[in-house]
T-cell receptor, first 111, second 113 residues
Framework: QQPVQSPQAVILREGEDAVINCSSSKALYSVHWYRQKHGEAPVFLMILLKGGEQKGHEKISASFNEKKQQSSLYLTASQLSYSGTYFC????????????FGKGTKLSVKP | KAGVTQTPRYLIKTRGQQVTLSCSPISGHRSVSWYQQTPGQGLQFLFEYFSETQRNKGNFPGRFSGRQFSNSRSEMNVSTLELGDSALYLCASARSGRETEAFFGQGTRLTVV
């Protein structure tokens, strides 16, 4: 039931773009994205819901394809501050807040 | 407002011992989830508590247990520690529902020697 993320790691130069994918073998109600910087706790980025609604705090775009059970996170014009490990998570049935996370995608942005 | 607080931040234990970790969620949050994080394995779900009831449990042995108190504070316990239990244990709190943002604590770094 764990979502599968790809790629596992990506290295970018400042200003370049990246796409991180998340797919699941089961129907998705929502997809949640978090970023964890080295030595810090994961921080919420956004939630994508069925029907196209999005909730987020950052200027990051993402898509959610319910039929394909996939989500993609788009990082454009990357900055050094984008470096970290990105996790996608999906809620379990009956969950009131917990998520099952993918193994993460490590993003490194170089100057 | 205060964030999620986990104590202690660091622990060193010997194989065979047991350990209790504590998590104080954000005020008003009733959902608390625990995760184990190890290099290469990402965030592995341990269990979720909501209003003192365990809602979901991950694929971990029975040595891992937890509970939630009426004030939403949560504890997790690991008995008969093994070397492989060395990890960062993260707690996350949320208001309720599957559309809510989860807030993570800084974690407890457990080292088993």
């Amino acid at each position: 039931q764990q979502p599968v993320q790809s790629p596992q790691a990506v290295i970018l130069r400042e200003g370049e773009d990246a796409v991180i994918n998340c797919s699941s073998s089961k129907a998705l109600y929502s997809v949640h994205w978090y970023r964890q910087k080295h030595g810090e706790a994961p921080v919420f980025l956004m939630i994508l819901l069925k029907g196209g609604e999005q909730k987020g705090h950052e200027k990051i775009s993402a898509s959610f394809n319910e039929k394909k059970q996939q989500s993609s996170l788009y990082l454009t014009a990357s900055q050094l501050s984008y470096s970290g490990t990105y996790f996608c998570g999906t809620p379990l049935r009956g969950s009131q807040g917990n998520l099952i996370f993918g193994k993460g995608t490590k993003l490194s942005v170089k100057p | 407002k205060a964030g999620v607080t986990q104590t202690p931040r660091y622990l060193i234990k010997t194989r065979g011992q047991q350990v209790t970790l504590s998590c104080s969620p954000i005020s008003g949050h009733r959902s608390v989830s625990w995760y184990q994080q190890t290099p290469g394995q990402g965030l592995q779900f341990l269990f979720e508590y909501f209003s003192e009831t365990q809602r979901n449990k991950g694929n971990f042995p029975g040595r891992f247990s937890g509970r939630q108190f009426s004030n939403s504070r949560s504890e997790m316990n690991v008995s008969t520690l093994e070397l492989g239990d060395s990890a960062l244990y993260l707690c996350a709190s949320a208001r309720s529902g599957r559309e809510t943002e989860a807030f993570f604590g800084q974690g407890t770094r457990l080292t088993v020697v």
